[in-house]
């Protein structure tokens, strides 16, 4: 290769993140850090996820890259856990933080959605293992409770297609992203529209 291929990874975890820049000159592929930043949730009544302080965070390990190379990156990749969500409006504007996915209030939830549906059903469709912290069960909890919210939500985008969204504007889930919400279903390749319909709850904003 001519040229170095440079790429860029920002990696959060529930507790901390990290930019970071990969090197391939055709023959080896070196990894340095950017940026390493603290994360968690934020208690404010309930828990939620600081996702501004995240971007912030993912945009100053941008602009370190952009110091030190000033080629544009060949790709650029947000990783994260598969279980929290952001919602946007039709206009594409953020509906509030993300809840945090560790508050307590889905605890009841896999008990109550089941009693609608039994468990052995979303297994045979998802795959996903019950969790309380499962997207799931964060919607349910937003039905049950009537969120506004969801008066106004077009779009669910989990919290790296949320970034992913900062970034280049694209409104979609990545494919293994919503494996992992215990909604959708590898073998149609579509939501569980039929089991979240008898859940009462409204999935014509989540796109995959």
Known sequence: MRQTANFVAADLGASGGRVMLGQWDGRTFSVQELRRFSNGGVLAGDGY?????????????LTKYHSACPQPPHGIAVGAWGVGSGLLDGAGRLIGNPRHSRDPRTAAMPQLAFAAVPERKWLSETGVCTMPINTLFQLY????????????????????DLCAYFLC????????????????SPKRKDWTRTLLNALEMAVSFCRQ
């Not at 909890?141 to 790296?160: E, K, W």
């Not at 504007?169 to 959708?184: C, I, K, L």
């Open 49 to 61: 996820w600081d996702i501004l302080n995240i971007w912030s965070q993912i945009k100053a390990g």
């Open 141 to 160: 909890n937003m039905v049950r409770t009537h969120d506004p919210a969801l008066d106004t939500a077009q779009t669910l985008l989990t919290i790296p």
């Open 169 to 184: 504007g694209d409104r979609s889930v990545e494919w293994t992203e919503a494996v992992a919400t215990q909604m959708y």
